[in-house]
């Protein structure tokens, strides 16, 4: 099974129909090694956007030995266009709490953080009534693992796993060389398991279903549902849950204004697919799901959508590498000199070569992921890179 | 340690688990441009330039960063590496100002010298550098020049593990990521202590001392001024090292030639002045001992600490105004040089004292700053009217025109020329104590140290902190109240290892009598103003050359050089006494901790 229809579902937001923390109650009474399992078989990957196997992260998780093991959900939610995080942690915080409570008691960890981005904060009065309910019962059922709220340093770059760890430390925000991995060596030093609000909110859902259910949406390379935030030349701008495996093409008949010339899945990290490859394309594969999804008509420059893309990545590169500091601001002002005529068509070849440079050699996911978006857009849309 | 086993471009290598694949290639000659890293410091990671393929993986690692482990299979040299690292220091040059004719580490300059290496073409990128950046040269020691930053941090990597002061850090993200003060104060309102070591670790012209060379020239040319130059005893360890020879040559004949030839009217020696720190402090030492342990002061501060690093005296300012005290009150031997220069050698010479101008070379940047404090003025006069580095000095030789290899060995003149080994041997950590413990000896005991050759070698060595004790026994008869006492010294280098030391002092915890504290790693052999590169093994070599001058030296002991003795005689009157606490003894403050 290579793709599906599209299929919009709803099970992340259905309502809570079990009494506070109940999954959480079954769990306990299972084998840890069972519910990793589970977790391996439901083939859930993570919704931060690397898209590693969840399961696997936490079997490395509990094999690593430690007085103190931390278990961090990730809801830094940086990117422009990006809200799904944010709807899970009003409308379902028990769900994404659950998922935390479960690697704990699943990898012996003795301590959560959220990490909430900087203008989430509003959001803290509501999560810290849910967590008193969660550490009640937590109490009951004699798990020693609490959970707290730590308010982010409000950069995009916060969001990468590395550099959230050493803001959290009070540190500057700047990703670390790796290996260690954070499961190794995280935060002060000890094992860290770092998740996405999404990633544990789905684990409470394979969880509640079971594997074999989960395991049934999506397709043999990407299981389960998953969450769009999308943004643009749509007339259903939101958050849309929807199983994995869909075609461009049916996506865009679903969300386009009927006019839509290109679409930009993945985010900023992504990349960008012309009208021409919407029926070959499907979402998740050889691209990643993570961040925004923006729909563009043809009204649209995608000079001014790739201008905004490296304006972003200029500014909001941690700056201590060499390739994704300098890189960025070659890329941008390169392309801006193609646009006026100061350089010839061709530079705009150098510059993609140089984006293929700033892939293998950057430190972090930022830097390498910015080939995406420009190679795509500049290849796809060259005529609308020149004057 | 297990040993894991890979291959660098075909060769099979074994390994220490844990080796970084960059000190791997190194074990087989394997060489891998780098910027960021630096030996003396963590593992950074940003620069990118020492990217290599590791077989199976799209992405290059950087060699720096990266573990090597068991099977990797590694090319450390490849199209896709040349190309990549050619990018990666394209866009460096990109971001530089490349102004390299006029830059001080001009043909001393890592970005230079790979950018060369890679034949870099100027015109691939774009010019990104920030327009109207200014140099910061609010310091007396210390310039910055954003626009040769390559931003590699290992100034502030420096500044935070070597020494503990944190005055550097990076500021900003994306494209205005930059080096900064706190608050991006001038560098004369913040914390730094001027130590230089920042300005020894950074790769380009981005961090420089601030040179005073062109000032000197100019008294040197001007009839009406007679300049006294005096060099201290690590530059001579390693000036060599700017001029051709190998590390760890010593060559004070020539140096002093080259001083003449340049035409300096008195060419003499800072050690002078270190043999009467010995003399002042060991004193200062001996009363604090006497009042503490006879008097039953107890207003007095034990452990006493030395006082002759400038850095480190800055940094004990900023960072535990509230233990100065515990200070010697004894002026670093350059300041004590500069007073004497401007009296006893004017009145010797019968010179009056505003014509002289004197020029300290020292190993230090700190060492400017100090010569530069408002009360560094006890003549009447300022102690010292310039303040060189090794460096400068180096440049001035090349300047002058002189063939440094073929120069003949001279003398330093007299009077303020002559020195012990114990002078010399305060170029290195450890030094100060030992010189300090051959004269205390001898004067409360009237023996030798009981130690072969005079070398007590306990307190020698690299090791961050080192202490000793030493048994006082058969004491002569005023000094009867140190009979049996076990007199426990430290020593520290490093502003790191200050730190570590000073806490326990603070805490009431200290147990010493007496600790040699030098700002910089290696005590002043590693300075921030000697020559660049500096590493551990090139430390260690300057520090071999220091001990070899010293065991040359007919004298050994700061109390038995002549002309400490006769200045005693004719000038001073006796240690501590009025001229002295005049001349050669100084007070401290509380400063600020940003
Ligand atoms: C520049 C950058 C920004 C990121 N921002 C986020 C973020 O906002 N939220 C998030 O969950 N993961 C983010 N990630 C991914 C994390 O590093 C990490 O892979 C993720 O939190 C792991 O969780 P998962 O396995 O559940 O996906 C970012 C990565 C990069 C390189
Ligand atoms: S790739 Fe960019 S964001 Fe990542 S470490 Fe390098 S400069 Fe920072
Ligand atoms: S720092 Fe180096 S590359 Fe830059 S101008 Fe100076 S010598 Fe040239
Ligand atoms: S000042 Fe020098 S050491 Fe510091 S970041 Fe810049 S180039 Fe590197
Ligand atoms: S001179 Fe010393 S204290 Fe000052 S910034 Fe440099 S390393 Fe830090
Ligand atoms: S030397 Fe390895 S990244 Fe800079």
Same mark, same amino acid.
């Given at each position: 099974m290579s793709n599906t229809k599209l299929k919009k579902v709803d099970i992340i937001f259905s309502p809570y129909s079990v009494a506070p923390y109940e999954i959480l109650r079954w769990m306990m009474e299972k084998d840890k090694q069972d519910i990793i399992d589970n977790l391996i078989e439901s083939g859930l990957r993570g919704r931060g956007g690397a898209g590693f196997p969840t399961g696997l992260k936490w079997k490395f998780m509990a094999s690593e030995q430690g007085d103190e093991k931390y278990i961090i959900c990730n809801a830094d939610e940086g990117e422009p266009g990006t809200f799904k995080d944010r709807k899970l942690l009003v409308e379902v915080p028990r769900k994404v709490i659950s998922?935390?409570?479960?690697?704990?008691?699943?990898?012996?960890?003795?301590?959560?953080?959220?990490?909430?981005r900087a203008e989430y904060n509003s959001l803290i009065p509501s999560l810290k009534r849910e967590l008193d309910v969660y550490h009640e019962y937590a109490a009951k059922f004699g798990l020693d693992f609490t959970i707290e709220i730590f308010s982010g340093a409000g950069a995009y770059v916060c969001g990468e796993e590395t550099a959230l760890i050493e803001s959290m430390e009070g540190k500057r925000g700047e990703p670390r060389n790796k290996p260690?991995?954070?499961?190794?060596?995280?935060?002060?030093?000890?094992?860290?398991?770092?998740?996405?609000?999404?990633?544990?909110?789905?684990?409470?859902?394979?969880?509640?279903?079971?594997?074999?259910?989960?395991?049934?949406?999506?397709?043999?390379?990407?299981?389960?549902?998953?969450?769009?935030?999308?943004?643009?030349?749509?007339?259903?701008?939101g958050v849309h849950e929807l199983e994995l495996g869909m075609k461009i093409s049916d996506f865009v008949e679903e969300?386009?204004?009927?006019?839509?010339?290109?679409?930009?899945?993945?985010?900023?990290?992504?990349?960008?697919?012309?009208?021409?490859?919407?029926?070959?394309?499907?979402?998740?594969?050889?691209?990643?799901?993570?961040?925004?999804?923006?729909?563009?008509?043809?009204?649209?420059?995608?000079?001014?959508?790739?201008?905004?893309?490296?304006?972003?990545?200029?500014?909001?590169?941690?700056?201590?590498?060499?390739?994704?500091?300098?890189?960025?601001?070659?890329?941008?002002?390169?392309?801006?000199?193609?646009?006026?005529?100061?350089?010839p068509i061709a530079y705009l070849d150098d510059l993609v070569k140089l984006s293929r440079t700033m892939k293998i050699t950057s430190k972090c996911g930022l830097g390498q992921s910015v080939t995406n978006s420009f190679s795509s857009i500049v290849e796809n849309f060259k005529e609308e890179m020149h004057h | 340690m297990s040993k894991i086993k890979l291959t660098i471009d075909s060769q099979l290598i074994e390994v220490e688990q844990g080796v970084t694949i960059l000190d791997a290639a190194?074990?087989?000659?394997?060489?891998?441009?780098?910027?960021?890293?630096?030996e003396d410091l963590c593992v950074s990671g940003n620069?990118?330039?020492?990217?290599?393929?590791?077989?199976?993986?799209?992405?290059?690692?950087?060699?720096?960063?990266?573990?090597?482990?068991?099977?990797?299979?590694?090319?450390?040299?490849?199209?896709?590496?040349?190309?990549?690292?050619?990018?990666?220091?394209?866009?460096?040059?990109?971001e530089h100002n490349t102004q390299c004719t006029t830059c001080y580490r001009n043909t001393n300059c890592e970005l230079q010298d790979l950018a060369a290496e890679y034949n870099v073409d100027g015109d691939k990128y774009m010019s990104v550098l920030k327009p109207n950046i200014e140099i910061d040269k609010s310091s007396w020691s210390i310039e910055k020049d954003d626009s040769k930053c390559i931003r590699c941090q290992r100034c502030v990597r420096t500044c935070a593990e070597l020494q503990h002061v944190n005055a550097l850090t990076a500021s900003h993200k994306g494209h205005e990521m930059k080096i900064s003060t706190f608050m991006d104060l001038p560098f004369n309102e913040v914390v730094c202590t001027n130590c230089g070591q920042c300005v020894n670790h950074c790769p380009? !012209? #981005? *961090? &420089?001392?601030?040179? +005073?060379?062109?000032?000197?020239?100019?008294?040197?040319? =001007?009839?009406?001024?007679?300049?006294?130059?005096?060099?201290?005893?690590?530059?001579?360890?390693?000036?060599?090292?700017?001029?051709?020879?190998?590390?760890?040559?010593?060559?004070?004949?020539?140096?002093?030639?080259?001083?003449?030839?340049?035409?300096?009217?008195?060419?003499?020696?800072?050690?002078?002045?270190?043999d009467l720190t010995i003399i002042e402090e060991g004193n200062e030492l001996l009363t604090r001992l006497k009042k503490a342990l006879v008097d039953g002061d107890t207003s007095v501060k034990l452990p006493m600490i030395t006082s002759c690093s400038p850095g480190w005296v800055k940094f004990i300012e900023h960072m535990f105004p509230?233990?100065?005290?515990?200070?010697?009150?004894?002026?670093?031997?350059?300041?004590?040089? !500069? #007073? *004497? &220069?401007?009296?006893? +050698?004017?009145?010797?010479?019968?010179?009056?004292?505003? =014509?002289?101008?004197?020029?300290?070379?020292?190993?230090?940047?700190?060492?400017?700053?100090?010569?530069?404090?408002?009360?560094?003025?006890?003549?009447?006069?300022?102690?010292?009217?310039?303040?060189?580095?090794?460096?400068?000095?180096?440049?001035?030789?090349?300047?002058?025109?002189?063939?440094?290899?073929?120069?003949?060995?001279?003398?330093?003149?007299?009077i303020m020329g002559e020195s012990s080994g114990a002078g010399v041997i305060f170029g290195a950590t450890g030094g100060v104590m030992e010189a300090a413990l051959r004269t205390a000896y001898a004067v409360v005991t009237g023996r030798d140290v009981p130690f072969e050759n005079l070398n007590i070698t306990a307190v020698r060595g690299t090791e961050g902190i080192r202490n000793a004790s030493i048994k006082i026994e058969d004491c002569l008869p005023e000094w009867n109240f140190l009979e049996g006492v076990d007199l426990n010294v430290a020593v520290a280098h490093g502003l790191k290892n200050a730190r570590i030391i000073m806490d326990e002092v603070a805490a009431g915890k200290s147990n010493y009598h007496f600790i040699e504290v030098m700002g910089c790693p290696g005590g002043c052999i590693g300075g921030g103003g000697q020559?660049?590169?500096?590493?551990?093994?090139?430390?260690?070599?300057?520090i071999e050359a220091i001990y070899e001058e010293d065991m040359s030296k007919p004298i050994r002991k700061s109390h038995e050089n002549p002309e400490i003795v006769k200045i005693y005689k004719e000038f001073l009157g006796e240690p501590l006494g009025e001229k002295s606490h005049h001349l050669l003894h100084t007070h401290y403050r509380k400063r600020n901790r940003y």
């Open positions: 998922g935390m409570a479960i690697a704990a008691f699943a990898t012996n960890s003795t301590k959560g953080y959220i990490y909430l260690p991995y954070p499961i190794q060596n995280g935060y002060k030093g000890k094992p860290t398991l770092v998740n996405n609000v999404e990633t544990l909110a789905s684990v409470s859902m394979v969880c509640r279903y079971g594997a074999e259910k989960y395991k049934s949406y999506g397709t043999d390379d990407q299981r389960g549902s998953k969450l769009f935030s999308l943004s643009g030349d749509s007339l259903k701008e969300f386009g204004d009927g006019d839509t010339k290109a679409v930009q899945i993945g985010g900023v990290a992504g990349f960008c697919i012309p009208r021409k490859k919407f029926h070959e394309t499907v979402i998740g594969e050889g691209n990643t799901t993570g961040g925004a999804t923006m729909i563009f008509n043809s009204s649209r420059s995608m000079y001014n959508v790739l201008h905004n893309y490296l304006d972003f990545f200029a500014e909001e590169s941690c700056g201590q590498c060499t390739p994704c500091r300098v890189g960025t601001q070659q890329l941008l002002k390169g392309i801006e000199a193609v646009k006026s005529g100061d350089k | 190194k074990m087989i000659n394997v060489n891998i441009p780098t910027l960021c890293h630096h620069c990118r330039v020492c990217v290599v393929e590791v077989a199976g993986r799209e992405r290059l690692e950087a060699s720096c960063a990266t573990p090597a482990e068991e099977g990797m299979d590694i090319l450390t040299n490849s199209a896709k590496i040349r190309n990549a690292r050619k990018d990666v220091v394209s866009l460096l040059v990109s380009t !012209g #981005a *961090l &420089t001392e601030r040179r +005073y060379f062109d000032n000197v020239w100019e008294a040197i040319g =001007d009839p009406d001024k007679h300049v006294v130059m005096n060099t201290a005893p690590s530059v001579r360890v390693a000036l060599g090292e700017m001029l051709g020879f190998e590390v760890g040559t010593r060559v004070t004949g020539k140096m002093v030639t080259a001083m003449r030839k340049m035409g300096a009217d008195s060419i003499l020696d800072t050690d002078f002045s270190a509230e233990h100065l005290g515990h200070l010697s009150t004894c002026k670093s031997p350059q300041q004590m040089f !500069g #007073a *004497l &220069t401007k009296t006893y +050698y004017a009145e010797q010479k019968g010179l009056d004292p505003k =014509d002289i101008v004197s020029v300290a070379i020292m190993p230090c940047a700190a060492k400017k700053y100090e010569a530069n404090r408002p009360e560094m003025n006890d003549s009447g006069y300022r102690d010292i009217d310039a303040g060189l580095t090794t460096r400068e000095f180096g440049l001035m030789i090349k300047q002058a025109g002189l063939d440094f290899k073929n120069l003949e060995d001279s003398d330093f003149d007299s020559p660049i590169p500096t590493n551990a093994e090139i430390r260690a070599k300057r």
